[in-house]
């Protein structure tokens, strides 16, 4: 990605303190199982390790670790049984999911040969994660259990893969921007937002910048190195309508190569942008070159959403992290002879999405609806399992995920230069537009391929935000 984030994510263990004086092979037993279970966590995280836990100040240690790492989930691996004591002070000043991870050292006991140590200490899954959560619960935290066997347990390593994923999505809020360049489109008032509710809502600052800006960005870029690379980038990414060489795309390379520095410095994670002024000089060349350009971004991991949209550029952004993929969509049409949605959108897309076929780029004489004309892209999704995402607003300002999963099947699609897929959806096509219409997301989604409704609820729950689920 053009800018790296990486998850913080608290871990600690907990025992009985009364267990280890009774029964010290416990303790060397506890600290493998420890050492074992923090090596399963994926790579792509950092952690911040909290250490065993058998006692309350052990446990306010911990906390005072996790508070100033400002971790984004905890792991909680459950040893034996252990009074709650050894968790809260770890997390009672947290604010972020706390996750039981519930593991048994054994798959099944050896009956006749297990003695109390052996059953304390490879064999004790499941008694103290009810009294954990009872006191979550009355802390007022988010909570989770994952219930497996330690060690190479596919279940298990398939739910903390998505907990870090999902985690992410928090760090990579708390640690970018969003840019803003320009407005949402004029009466898309669904698209509407107020930063300072985003930022405490989500934690996502907004960076605004004019389109005065804008134009001049590629003025300093002199490194004909980094364009001419770049124009390669460009030729292998999309089939051009009409053939193209490097001097064909050699201004829009000079742009890309702007644009990623420009979001470098300002550590920019998303961007949302609209432009409704007149397209000539400096700003029709910048304007025509946009949606191939902004395409660019979106392959290295930047959401870059059309029409302004603050809210599907943290959609897309969402689904990038977790997925690696993630395109802006809406509803284009039913086709009720085959029961289908055909969803879409013109402008940039994501190349990692077009699997089907390389992705193509025209140029057409109007962009429908806006000012000017210029390159439009259009991405292939394969056929299969696609998840739609889409966050809105309720009248006090919260927030709300709302999502969808569906299959990409074969047929006709439309062919004038806007990405969109033939949807069949298990609740129907016509049941489908009622019920996602109801849940008021706005009009725009983020598509990934995949099914990813599971990750999404961890996401929502990091976020703490609600999370309704049209169909799946």
Same mark, same amino acid.
């Given at each position: 990605m053009l800018v790296e984030t990486k998850a913080k994510v608290g871990v600690f263990s907990i025992a009985l303190g009364a267990y280890l004086p009774q029964f010290p092979q416990l303790v060397p037993e506890f600290e493998t199982q420890y050492k074992e279970f923090k090596e399963t966590l994926p790579r792509t995280v950092e952690i911040i390790d909290g250490g065993m836990v058998t006692t309350k100040e052990q446990a306010m240690i911990a906390g005072d670790k996790f508070r100033a790492a400002d971790v984004d989930v905890v792991f909680l691996q459950m040893l034996?049984?252990?009074?709650? *004591?050894?968790?809260?002070?770890?997390?009672?000043?947290?604010?972020?999911?706390?996750?039981?991870?519930?593991?048994?050292?054994?798959?099944?006991?050896?009956?006749?040969?297990?003695?109390?140590?052996?059953?304390?200490?490879?064999? *004790?899954?499941?008694?103290?994660? $009810?009294?954990?959560?009872?006191?979550?619960?009355?802390?007022?935290?988010?909570?989770?259990?994952?219930?497996?066997?330690?060690?190479?347990?596919?279940?298990?390593?398939?739910?903390?893969?998505?907990?870090?994923?999902?985690?992410?999505?928090?760090?990579?809020?708390?640690?970018?921007?969003?840019?803003?360049?320009?407005?949402?489109?004029?009466?898309?008032?669904?698209?509407?937002?107020?930063?300072?509710?985003?930022?405490?809502?989500?934690?996502? *600052?907004?960076?605004?910048?004019?389109?005065?800006?804008?134009?001049?960005?590629?003025?300093?870029?002199?490194?004909?190195?980094?364009?001419?690379?770049?124009?390669?980038?460009?030729?292998?990414?999309?089939?051009?309508?009409? $053939?193209?060489?490097?001097?064909?795309?050699?201004?829009?390379?000079?742009?890309?190569?702007?644009?990623?520095?420009?979001?470098?410095?300002?550590?920019? $994670?998303? @961007?949302?942008?609209?432009?409704?002024?007149?397209?000539?000089?400096?700003?029709?060349?910048?304007?025509?070159?946009? @949606?191939?350009?902004?395409?660019?971004?979106?392959?290295?991991?930047?959401?870059?959403?059309?029409?302004?949209?603050?809210?599907?550029?943290?959609?897309?952004?969402?689904?990038?992290? @977790?997925?690696?993929?993630?395109?802006?969509?809406?509803?284009y049409s039913i086709d009720f002879d085959e029961d289908v949605c055909i969803i879409g959108h013109s402008g940039s897309g994501d190349a990692d999405i077009s699997k089907a076929k390389k992705p193509t780029m025209k140029i057409v004489p109007v962009f429908h609806g806006k000012t000017g004309g210029g390159y439009l892209t259009q991405f292939y999704p394969p056929v299969g399992d696609v998840t739609y995402l889409a966050i809105t607003q309720d009248m006090n300002g919260h927030f709300k995920f709302v999502v969808a999963e569906g299959k990409n099947v074969e047929g006709p699609i439309f062919n004038f230069g806007d990405t969109n897929m033939r949807i069949q959806f298990s609740c129907g096509a016509r049941e489908f537009c009622n019920r996602w219409s109801e849940a008021g997301p706005t009009h725009h989604m983020a598509a990934a391929i995949g099914k990813h409704i599971d990750t999404i609820l961890k996401v929502a729950k990091i976020m703490n935000v609600p999370c309704e689920i049209v169909t799946r």
């Open positions: 034996t049984y252990a009074t709650s *004591y050894n968790m809260l002070p770890a997390i009672k000043d947290l604010d972020v999911p706390i996750v039981l991870v519930n593991v048994q050292k054994l798959k099944a006991p050896d009956y006749q040969n297990t003695d109390i140590p052996k059953w304390l200490g490879e064999l *004790y899954a499941c008694g103290a994660v $009810g009294e954990a959560v009872a006191d979550l619960e009355r802390a007022g935290k988010r909570h989770a259990v994952i219930t497996g066997i330690q060690g190479d347990d596919k279940i298990v390593k398939s739910e903390i893969e998505d907990w870090c994923k999902a985690a992410q999505v928090r760090r990579r809020f708390r640690e970018t921007n969003i840019a803003q360049i320009g407005r949402p489109y004029p009466g898309m008032m669904d698209l509407y937002i107020d930063e300072t509710n985003l930022y405490n809502r989500m934690d996502l *600052y907004t960076k605004q910048f004019d389109w005065e800006k804008m134009w001049a960005i590629a003025d300093e870029i002199t490194d004909e190195k980094a364009i001419q690379e770049k124009a390669e980038d460009i030729l292998d990414t999309f089939d051009i309508e009409g $053939g193209a060489t490097v001097e064909t795309v050699w201004e829009m390379a000079k742009y890309v190569v702007a644009f990623e520095k420009w979001v470098k410095d300002e550590k920019l $994670g998303l @961007i949302a942008s609209h432009y409704d002024g007149f397209a000539t000089g400096k700003a029709g060349v910048l304007d025509s070159m946009l @949606i191939p350009a902004f395409s660019m971004l979106i392959k290295q991991g930047t959401a870059c959403a059309v029409e302004g949209d603050m809210k599907v550029a943290m959609a897309m952004s969402i689904l990038k992290t @977790i997925s690696g993929t993630g395109q802006l969509s809406e509803m």
